[in-house]
């Protein structure tokens, strides 16, 4: 595996913890899909279950490979269904301004931080 395809190490662990939170919030939001029967009527309700299950699941996965650069931009596409299932329920815009803000700023803020080194990490105000 070549240096280059790795992200920087303080990327990876802000977004594997963002994800591992929003793993739980995704779960939930599939047993609200569930109680709130908003699938379509030709789709079974159980089904709100699985799929919340199924994207907490893969957020779970994708937090473990944030080392990596496609794990980030998986992180990202993860945001996006989120973002999807407000056609389900519309509290999913408000967990997808929460944790997608969340989601972009740790990554945003760490990669400024790595650009400006270890420097910028290790300045300690003085009296």
């Given at each position: 595996?070549?240096?280059s395809?790795?992200?920087?190490?303080?990327?990876?662990?802000?977004?594997?913890?963002?994800?591992?939170?929003?793993?739980?919030?995704?779960?939930?939001?599939?047993?609200?899909?569930?109680?709130?029967r908003?699938?379509?009527?030709?789709?079974?309700?159980?089904?709100?279950?699985?799929?919340?299950?199924?994207?907490?699941?893969?957020?779970?996965?994708?937090?473990?490979?944030?080392?990596?650069?496609?794990?980030?931009?998986?992180?990202?596409?993860?945001?996006?269904?989120?973002?999807?299932?407000?056609?389900?329920?519309?509290?999913?815009v408000?967990?997808?301004?929460?944790?997608?803000?969340?989601?972009?700023?740790?990554?945003?803020?760490?990669?400024?931080?790595?650009?400006?080194?270890?420097?910028?990490?290790?300045?300690?105000?003085?009296d």
């Amino acid at each position: 595996m070549s240096a280059s395809s790795r992200t920087p190490s303080l990327m990876a662990r802000l977004g594997s913890i963002v994800l591992i939170f929003e793993a739980f919030v995704a779960f939930l939001g599939g047993l609200v899909v569930y109680g709130l029967r908003a699938l379509p009527e030709t789709i079974a309700p159980w089904w709100g279950i699985v799929g919340g299950a199924a994207v907490a699941l893969l957020m779970v996965v994708v937090a473990g490979c944030t080392r990596f650069r496609w794990g980030i931009i998986a992180g990202w596409l993860l945001q996006f269904v989120i973002l999807a299932a407000a056609f389900l329920n519309l509290a999913f815009v408000f967990v997808f301004l929460v944790f997608g803000g969340m989601w972009a700023y740790a990554m945003i803020t760490s990669a400024r931080l790595v650009r400006k080194g270890p420097a910028a990490t290790s300045t300690t105000e003085s009296d």
